[in-house]
């Protein structure tokens, strides 16, 4: 399993942006699906986006498609979340996590971080 580190939140106005990084230890990282999903108080953990192992293919929740874009440099263990015109509903805790495969099922990766607030105000 790898482990994973986000950084990179904080307090934005709607419309901004922010990016959000994940850092991953282990030398494995390229053999894993890497995700983001968010979760906002008194709600389920939401999927937001999957990039496959190499990178060159993503998928992304209707909510966030058009604004939030997932990227991964494998050769920095890293991976990340640009997020432009941010809206007050996007406030929530996102976290990364690693899957052996492509899903979007927060049930089905292995390994998660320990998250970072995201807080858009209106």
């Known amino acids: 399993q790898v482990q994973l580190v986000e950084s990179g939140g904080g307090l934005v106005q709607a419309g901004g942006s922010l990016r959000l990084s994940c850092a991953a230890s282990g030398r494995t990282f390229s053999s894993y699906a890497m995700g983001w999903f968010r979760q906002a108080p008194g709600k389920e953990r939401e999927f937001v986006a999957v990039i496959t192992w190499g990178g060159g293919s993503s998928y992304y929740a209707d909510s966030v498609k058009g604004r939030f874009t997932i990227s991964r440099d494998n050769a920095r263990n890293m991976v990340y979340l640009q997020m432009n015109s941010l809206k007050p509903e996007d406030t929530a805790v996102y976290h990364c996590?690693?899957?052996?495969?492509?899903?979007?099922?927060?049930?089905?990766?292995?390994?998660w971080g320990q998250g970072t607030q995201v807080t858009v105000s209106s």
């Open positions: 996590a690693a899957s052996r495969v492509v899903v979007t099922t927060p049930n089905l990766f292995q390994s």
